[in-house]
């Protein structure tokens, strides 16, 4: 994985002043941080672009009309949260999968959590019901 947009290090909105906008590469296993209990991890904010190859360097570009944020990894989006119904997971029962899963946001309401993470992001990191809209445009990137 390749991007223009925040990193190093997982950034959400209302998390990501730390992480200064650049261009980074990481394997998508790089991408994932093992919290003890799975959940949503590994996000990029304020990106401007991103690509995905394989070793012999063919793959998918992803260029933002504006900004966008992604992440990917070698799981599903519920192997981290199993929804309503907790199943009491822990790290050692997510396991890596033979296929990487890419997501393309918008955006992501903040992660809050200003009183231990009981607490809602403030207001400027919600996102509210609303007609939004973002595009983007996927191209092969080939190694020729």
């Given at each position: 994985v390749n991007w223009f947009g925040r990193g190093p290090h997982e950034n959400y909105q209302d998390?990501?002043?730390?992480?200064?906008?650049?261009?980074?590469?990481?394997?998508?296993?790089?991408?994932?941080?093992?919290?003890?209990?799975?959940?949503?991890?590994?996000?990029?904010?304020?990106?401007?672009?991103?690509?995905?190859?394989?070793?012999?360097?063919?793959?998918?570009?992803?260029?933002?009309?504006?900004?966008?944020?992604?992440?990917?990894?070698?799981?599903?989006?519920?192997?981290?949260?199993?929804?309503?119904?907790?199943?009491?997971?822990?790290?050692?029962?997510?396991?890596?999968?033979?296929?990487?899963?890419i997501n393309i946001d918008y955006k992501q309401m903040g992660v809050g959590g200003d009183n231990?993470?009981?607490?809602?992001?403030?207001?400027?990191?919600?996102?509210?019901?609303?007609?939004?809209?973002?595009?983007?445009?996927?191209?092969?990137?080939?190694?020729?």
């Amino acid at each position: 994985v390749n991007w223009f947009g925040r990193g190093p290090h997982e950034n959400y909105q209302d998390r990501n002043t730390a992480a200064l906008v650049g261009d980074y590469k990481a394997s998508v296993e790089e991408l994932y941080f093992p919290y003890i209990r799975p959940q949503e991890n590994g996000y990029k904010t304020d990106t401007r672009w991103v690509t995905f190859t394989n070793t012999t360097g063919n793959g998918i570009k992803v260029t933002a009309t504006d900004l966008i944020s992604f992440s990917a990894h070698h799981q599903y989006n519920d192997d981290f949260d199993a929804g309503d119904k907790k199943q009491q997971r822990h790290t050692t029962d997510i396991k890596k999968r033979d296929f990487v899963n890419i997501n393309i946001d918008y955006k992501q309401m903040g992660v809050g959590g200003d009183n231990s993470w009981g607490r809602m992001p403030h207001e400027t990191y919600q996102i509210k019901a609303n007609n939004l809209s973002y595009s983007y445009v996927i191209e092969a990137v080939t190694n020729e």
